[in-house]
């Protein structure tokens, strides 16, 4: 068995070299197919894995206070509602009253998107990220030091002038220099480096590894600007306290917004695995797309695949007919031309998936995604890759088989 599936591999490989242009052509129409597939997969599959592990770093047992609720939107992706923003005085009350003993609370703020920092002689392109933090904020954001200490109540209680820098600042301002305890300025405002931060890459172009963390009230009183709006996160001990503490959290912020019981909630809650399965959600449609362009390429590869084998058959008509008069049976015949079928589509497949891996990863580092290989889109691609086999070799295998020697050896 394993001598006659080689001999047929030898003879449909010797057959698509004396076919080579009408072959390659074919191969083309399925790879491109399979590239479309597997590409769109890939970024898909990038797309989840970041935010997926962006928000999963948090854990299920988290959630936050922010000015909207992100389901919330009306046409277009614009806000329904205009919320007033989440203010210090806000936060701080919610931190205040918010007394559960399962439950600790971190406040932050943005404080500045584009920041030059300045080490010595030496500064960074003014794109650093400036938050204002307190001391839960690592803990309740899931993040985790390479190096040095978090920040502590004393530190925050205080107002010390210490920092925690992104790993990128390794990279370029602190390079071949161990940066704890050095000091950086940051608007002429000194600060001590205690901590760097493990890397988390970038999301959509915002790069999380190039931002500074410091005490809240120093970034208050450096950063002045109005409106600002203030990120309340929750961690409670265990998950199957976080129904209550969200019910709770949500009771507390009506009290300290002074909401009626008729009124709707003018904040937004979001929990981390809530968001995880909204991503899923939102990529269904892209890969219900993938699906659908996977059975456009079934058909067209299939009648591309189909007419070259039948036309095969028909040049090869002579070539059945001398194997059938020395001795091949049908099954052999229709086997040989089944097997030539299977090779020209799994080549196709093949050059498919290696292009569709090339461009999603090419996509995914253009958009900073973290790029995995699509096993789900591969094992998809080569089973269609045997569909389209099947589909386009059964029938000319049969016709082939059918054809009787005699007259087979007469044409010409």
Known sequence: MWLLLRENIRIALDSIKSQ???TILTIL???IGITALVGILS???ALKNTLSSDFASMGANTFSINRYDTNVRAAGGTIEKINPPLSY???KEFKDDYNLPYAQTSLSFTASMATEVKYENLKTDPEVSILGVDDMFLTNSGLDLSA???FTSFDISNNINVCIVGSDFE???????NPLDKTISLRGAKFKVIGVLKSKGSTFGNNQDLRVLIPLQSARSIFTQPNVNYRISVKVSEKDFLEQAQEEAILTMRNIRSLSPVEENNFGIERSDDLIQRIGAATTGINIAGFLIGLITIFGSSIALLNIMLVSVTERTKEIGIRKALGAKRNDISFQFFMETIVIA???GLVGILLGIGLGYAIASALSFKFIIPWGAIVLAISISF?????SGLYPAIKASRLDPVEALRYE
């Open 43 to 45: 970024v898909v599959t």
């Open 29 to 31: 129409i399925i790879a």
């Open 387 to 391: 569909i389209v086999a099947i589909i």
């Open 89 to 91: 005085i806000d936060a």
């Open 20 to 22: 080579l242009l009408r």
């Open 346 to 348: 799994q080549i196709g």
């Open 171 to 177: 990279k370029n301002l602190f390079k071949d220099i």
């Open 148 to 150: 040095g200490r978090d």
